[in-house]
C-alpha cells in the first residue's frame, strides 16, 4: 500500500510559478508510476501529467503542456510538478495519484490505485 501526501500549493499571481510536491510512504514507491490530476470547483477531476516508474517517459493534458513539469526522485520517495506561466483557470485542488500496470488509461482518474488528500492551488488574475 502507498500513501501519498501533496505539499506546496498556495495563492500566486497569474503569470507566477508554484512546485508542487507528492511524498509517498512505503519501498515500493518506484515501483509505481505517478500522475498529477486537478479539480476545479464544480468540474470534474482533470488529468495533468503522468510520469512512468523510472522515471524516462512523461505525458501531459492539453492544457498544461509547455508550462508544466512533472519529475520524481525515486531515492526521496517524492514526486514534483513544476508549474511555470500559471493562468487563473489553473485554480483548483491537485491530486497525486499513483497506480502499476501499462500505460493505457493513464488520463484516466478511474485506473489509479492510490491517492493524496490535495493540496489548493489559486492564481489570481
Known amino acids: 500500500q502507498v500513501q501519498l501526501a501533496e505539499s506546496g500549493g498556495g495563492l500566486v499571481q497569474a503569470g507566477g510559478s508554484l512546485r508542487l510536491s507528492c511524498a509517498a510512504s512505503g519501498r515500493t514507491f518506484s515501483s509505481y508510476a505517478m500522475a498529477w490530476f486537478r479539480q476545479a470547483l464544480g468540474k470534474e477531476r482533470e488529468f495533468v501529467a503522468y510520469?512512468?516508474?523510472?522515471?524516462?517517459?512523461?505525458y501531459y493534458g492539453d492544457s498544461v503542456k509547455g508550462r508544466f513539469t512533472i519529475s520524481r526522485d525515486n531515492a526521496k520517495n517524492t514526486m514534483y510538478l513544476q508549474m511555470n506561466s500559471l493562468k487563473f483557470e489553473d485554480t483548483a485542488v491537485y491530486y497525486c495519484?499513483?497506480?502499476?500496470?501499462?500505460?493505457?488509461?493513464?488520463?484516466?482518474?478511474?485506473?489509479?490505485?492510490?491517492w493524496g488528500q490535495g493540496t489548493q492551488v489559486t492564481v489570481s488574475s
Open positions: 495519484a499513483a497506480r502499476r500496470g501499462p500505460l493505457l488509461g493513464l488520463g484516466s482518474r478511474k485506473t489509479y490505485d492510490y
Open positions: 510520469i512512468t516508474s523510472n522515471g524516462d517517459s512523461t
